[in-house]
């Protein structure tokens, strides 16, 4: 399995590693909130990436996550101004949490474990891998909530809630790599 | 408002991590023992105290005069990076023998969402200035009081003899949501007192 796919299944960002939980938790009560933060958070972590590796390999080692965090800043800046002059300005909790996960979950989590030897393209890779894994697992928790919410069932927006929801997914997804180890397992045996 | 309610607020009624989920990243890593849990809850409260107090000192003397507040995330980001740096320096001239595990925690400490939000929501909602880093510390406490109870629970089970297939992130989860239930009964209590701060 290739970078993307492993940050869209055995790495997820939302159902199996635990990176991006707070926005998750946050924008899958409504579909507005889980389309603005999958557009948002999409466009400014894979530009920030691209923009960062070469000022990354330019500074010294130590500097890097600093070259990240700046690069990060200007383009979560002009993403806030973009939305700003399209009229859509987000309430001060969802904008503060905007620029928080576009830097601390998706963003920083592959510049963290990643060397500065390992080419550019496996890099980009696993961060198209993340956020789409975070864009598929956030909609897919969102569809659960509102549809929940829909049928009148209101604790389905609270916190313990969303909680118990991703630890039933993670049960799943262990259930499914113990089932799929047996298997492999199996195989080697009957080989 | 009051010193007292911002202060219960910012501890309690919204705290980061039972009411909001601003969890700091990687969870699981932090909650891996009660020891490494406490060590990372300190750190981060006095993360949350510095940033806070130089990012609301660069809010109130530069942005807002100067009508520059778009400008926030880049001077938040700046203003952790140069923290970041700082505080590593300071911690491996301190303990030149622990420099590796100081590399490895620094990022945990100063990198999440926790760090991100409320010095944003505090630079903004909360005055006068001298409360900004009182309620930054019952922030920090908060954060305490919610992982340390995680984390005992968590070292607890892990010796348990479990099945697989709940091991390691689940309980986590299932016992955050718990705590999260048990806060929210108090929260009620707490309604009265409780101002949107994040």
Redesign the interface.
Known sequence: MGDIGRGITARNPVWV???A??IA??ASTTWEMALLFSIGVSVTVIVTHILAIPVERWLPP??A??AM??T???V??LA??VL?VSGIVPA??PL??F???S???VM??PA?IGSRTEPVTRRLNRVIGLVLGFVLGLLGLTLLRTSLIAYGFIPAG???????V??LG??AA??FM?VSRERRGGKEHGE | MSLGTLLLTAAFAQNVILVHFLGPWPFPVLLASLRRSVTFSLGITGALVWVSTVYALLFHLVLRPYSLEFMATFVLLTVLAFSYLLWTRIAVTVYPFSARAIGRAMPVIFLNTTVFVVPMALAEAVEPFWFIPLTALAAGAGLFLAVVPVAAFYEHLSTARLPRVISGNVIILLATALFALALYQLDVLLATAAYPLW
């Open positions: 590693v635990p990176l939980l707070p938790l946050f130590d500097l996550i600093v965090l700046i990060g800043g200007v979560i800046t806030e101004r700003y001060a909790r503060f949490l620029r928080a996960i830097v601390s979950g920083l989590w963290l609270s916190l313990p809630f969303g909680l118990v991703l630890a993670r049960m262990n259930r113990e």
